[in-house]
């Protein structure tokens, strides 16, 4: 799946978008989009993950927030459909920061990893050494909500590495963010545990 972008797409299809939320008093949220200052109504249905992200990141709708999702455009509506990622706006504005360029982006904390996929190599990160280990993947399994991408090297102590994907909301300790997968790394006997988008 393509990182979120603000592009348009054919008529019909879900439109990837990225912005800001902001949530009126009275539970109306709006959409201003990174490059934009207009303000636009989004619908989004009661089950909506949407709704879920925000709560999530904000304990409650009542505040604003960082978003990045899918929505139907038709008729100058957004409905939202798929949430990609939300974070607090304590930050400032990510519509300076480049999207992302990996189909997968996991991470975990204490102690803090990253593994991404760019469709052909899953790359782990850490802190300590290795601080990089690139594997080849192999195409991802899917199972009902569980999504597993393996990938292997030949050089050094360790030649397998596992990425598991679990479609379920989590939370990231250290940031609060809102992801819309749990995600679970097996690096030999190590397991790490985080959260990841696609």
């Not at 902001?22 to 949407?50: I, K, M, N, W, Y």
């Not at 990045?68 to 008729?75: G, L, N, Q």
């Not at 090297?153 to 749990?182: F, I, N, Q, T």
Request: aromatic share 6%; proline share 8%; net charge negative.
């Amino acid at each position: 799946m393509p990182p979120p972008s603000s592009s348009s797409e054919a008529p019909g299809a879900p439109v990837n978008l990225r912005g800001e939320l902001l949530v009126h008093g009275d539970g109306t949220l709006a959409f201003v989009a990174c490059g934009t200052a207009t303000e636009r109504t989004v619908g989004a249905p009661l089950a909506s993950q949407l709704l879920d992200a925000v709560a999530a990141v904000n304990g409650a709708v009542r505040d604003s927030l960082w978003v990045e999702f899918s929505a139907d455009t038709a008729h100058g509506e957004i409905v939202a459909r798929e949430t990609h990622f939300a974070a607090a706006l304590t930050e400032g504005s990510r519509c300076d920061q480049p999207r992302e360029a990996f189909d997968v982006d996991a991470v975990g904390t204490e102690p803090f990893w990253r593994v991404t996929l760019d469709s052909t190599q899953l790359v782990l990160e850490r802190p300590e050494p290795p601080r990089e280990m690139v594997f080849d993947a192999e195409p991802p399994e899917t199972r009902g909500a569980l999504t597993t991408i393996r990938a292997r090297r030949l050089l050094g102590s360790v030649h397998e590495l596992k990425l598991g994907l679990l479609h379920e909301p989590c939370r990231d300790g250290m940031s609060d963010a809102w992801y819309p997968y749990r995600a679970e790394v097996r690096l030999g006997e190590l397991a790490l545990h985080g959260c990841a988008r696609r």
